[in-house]
């Protein structure tokens, strides 16, 4: 007979199954510290890359530090481009531009409903939809950040923004999505071989200060642990619910 103890209808959580899943949580909790223990490992070295990391602010030390191949580098500066591209449709002048193209198509679907008798019925429905139809885009060739220029590919370009929609006929449209010219920010690179170290991170609006903070944070070991506690949970529960006769003989 089972020791009596918590009767939730479908199930019943025993006394012995209490005192069983403690240790299952104790074992469960110590793997968590021994991952993220690991976790922070990782972040430590991480951060020691940032924490060594000289920041420039001035084009004069920006162009000593590509120069006798310092290293690692917060940069603090404009972000520019050199040649501008555009699509003859749009007004204006952009870093980078994407054109996508859409279809208004019709399609069919299957749809099941019941009646108040509680009886099906299956239809065909058509509805129509904007769909992707392809895409093209422009990007400069050449950016400048703090004074000095550059390949394009040399920096990470802010996030595109929606420019405008213009519809060629009543089932054909393009979307404009566009960089500006001009930002600034703060990038974390290479200097080395007189140069930046390719797709350079840009960190738009962002001090130098502001972006180590952001860089440093341990958003990662914080996931994680709420991440491990939903798994415990979910174990724990997943051992209530299912028949544990075995621990009462």
Same mark, same amino acid.
């Given at each position: 007979m089972k020791n009596r103890g918590f009767d939730?209808?479908?199930f019943e959580i025993t006394k012995r199954e !209490?005192?069983?899943? !403690?240790s299952i949580i104790a074992?469960?909790?110590l793997i968590g510290f021994v991952i993220s223990g690991r976790i *922070? #490992?990782?972040i430590l070295d991480r951060n020691e890359k940032y924490n060594k990391a000289i920041k420039i602010e *001035?084009?004069?030390l920006f162009e000593y530090g590509?120069?006798?191949d310092v290293g690692y580098a917060f940069v603090y500066g404009d972000l520019k481009a050199v040649d501008t591209v555009s699509y003859p449709e749009i007004n204006g002048e952009y870093m980078y531009i994407e054109k996508i193209e859409e279809h208004y198509n019709m399609h069919t679907r299957t749809v099941t409903t019941t009646d108040s008798k509680g009886k099906t019925h299956t239809k065909t429905e058509t509805y129509w939809s904007w769909d992707y139809a392809g895409s093209e885009e422009q990007r400069c060739s050449e950016i400048t950040f703090l004074g000095h220029i550059f390949p394009s590919n040399k920096v990470e370009f802010p996030s595109t923004e929606h420019i405008d929609t213009i519809k060629e006929s009543s089932h054909i449209r393009h979307k404009y999505y566009g960089v500006d010219t001009e930002y600034i920010g703060t990038i974390f690179t290479e200097l080395r071989d007189k140069t930046i170290s390719d797709n350079s991170s840009f960190y738009e #609006?962002?001090?130098i200060e502001e972006?180590?903070?952001y860089l440093e944070s341990d958003w990662e070991l914080w996931l994680f642990w709420v991440i491990w506690i939903i798994v415990i949970g979910l174990c724990v529960f997943g051992f209530y619910y299912i028949d544990n006769e075995w621990i009462e003989n």
């Open positions: 939730f209808g479908d !209490i005192l069983a899943s !403690i074992m469960m909790l *922070s #490992n990782y *001035s084009s004069e590509m120069r006798t #609006n962002s001090t972006t180590v903070d």
